[in-house]
């Protein structure tokens, strides 16, 4: 594990970094004095956090549950439950539970920096979370810490705010994304399973195909039409590396090629979005990182790392350092669709080391294609995705957020028939109707 390196995170650190993110949330938000209650601002908030800041424990006390619009919502540091969580003064708010606190907490990654587990890809683990421990992975627990502030502002100034809009007036946006591992292996699994079986007439017919017709993965063209269709646009992660990890993982099937660059620049004019799918071991090296950047021979807009990896204690450091990225969208879990960080929108990363936001936006990740059915993450049936999906979206579109999907392109193939094509139309229906703004990610950091 890297060592811990932290600077001091103190009382104006907290509430200015969770402050900058209220205001990108609620952009009409009006200037009004926020603070502690030793300050006696307009909007006092009680400070429950105590020493814990001033400790490298990954986790604070339970939390405790309170009612906030129809929702059984978890307070971190609110340690005087008895007392109201909103109480209106004439020109003045006060609310009970230390939200600024608990909203650093969340949205900062304390306990993925502070925690020393990690699962065999060297990544935080969902089993390891505040959200898989009190059963809050679905909910926007920031987002709704912020809309009780957003009450406490609308009253003291007597102006409404409004969540965020996206382009064209739209309630939220959707990112929709694939990372592009395989373009050339959709034949080995069924010719493998055809040898074992001994049907070498099949397993012949395979292997013919394989070498005379393109590959079922080798897509990416028919991916682009099919966004097209409903108005939005690919974002690609492209994977340039395709000799194993150092510790065996595979990275893509695939050379970068001049054909295959080509074929990017091609889709690049027709409005797709070419980002980089860092591959094993660049989350904690940015000189690797940057030649990658350097082998895709065009500027790339945005970030994600293969298999999702991503070290709290140097990665954030590590992709800062390239300076080529507006925006990462790494920050989800693999076991569970839902908020890593508890947030629907995107968000700063916090650089423990500095004591700062850095100068990239995460745009995190909600759902992934192989979190929903592979054996190892939640195994559910076609019948249940959209019915799973459904109440994340609506919270999403609640807060005016960002719903990211990761959609692989292999999982395109027809003979997907539970995390295929027609499950992704399902989700891309879903969001149409419910009147979504498809953005690539330039677009929407361009937008904040």
Known sequence: MPPLNAAPVTVG?????????????YPDAPSVDIGFA??????????????????????????????WAGQGIPFFFDNQPEVPLLSLHPDRAVIGADIISAAFY???????????????????????????????????VV???????????????GRPLR?????????????????????LSSWKAPAKAALQRGRLLKFGQLAWQHFTRPDAWDNLEAIATTLAAYGARSTF????????GADGTP???????????????????????????????????????????????????????HYLRWEPRRTIAEVDATNSFRYDSTLGFAEHFGFRHSYCHPFYPFNFATGTGCGFL???????????????????????????????????????????????????????????????????????????????????????
């Open 38 to 67: 030793s300050s006696h601002p307009a909007i006092t908030i009680i400070n429950g956090a105590g020493d814990f800041f001033q400790q490298n424990t990954p986790y604070p006390a339970a939390p405790n549950y309170r009612d």
């Open 13 to 25: 650190l907290r509430l200015a970094y969770v402050l900058q993110h209220f205001r990108l949330a």
């Open 251 to 305: 990275n893509a099937d695939y050379p970068i090629s001049t054909a295959l660059l080509q074929r990017l620049e091609v889709l690049k004019a027709k409005g797709c979005e070419i980002s980089l799918h860092g591959s094993i071991g660049t989350a904690v090296d940015s000189p690797h990182l940057a030649r990658e950047v350097e082998r895709l021979q065009h500027s790339v807009a945005g970030l994600r790392f």
């Open 237 to 244: 992660f492209i994977l340039p590396e395709s000799r194993p």
């Open 362 to 448: 995460e745009i995190p990740l909600n759902v992934m294609d192989a979190t929903l059915h592979h054996p190892n993450y939640l195994q559910l049936q076609a019948g249940e995705i959209m019915p799973a999906l459904e109440p994340m979206f609506a919270e999403i579109e609640r807060f005016g957020g960002v719903a990211t999907v990761l959609w692989h392109n292999d999982h395109f193939d027809p003979a997907n028939a539970v995390t295929g094509p027609r499950q992704f139309a399902e989700i891309m229906g879903h969001l149409q109707q419910r009147g979504a703004a498809f953005l690539p990610g330039s677009q929407i950091v361009a937008e904040l």
């Open 163 to 183: 969540p965020r809009c996206w382009a064209g007036g739209a309630p939220f946006a959707a990112f929709i994304t694939h990372d592009i591992d395989n373009l």
């Open 106 to 140: 969340l949205l900062s990654g304390w306990q993925e920096y502070f925690s020393d587990t990690r699962d065999r890809h060297g990544r935080f683990p969902y089993a390891a979370s505040v959200q898989k421990r009190y059963g809050f992975v679905d909910l926007p």
């Open 143 to 157: 987002n709704y810490y912020f809309d009780v502030l957003k009450t406490a502002v609308e009253h003291v100034t």
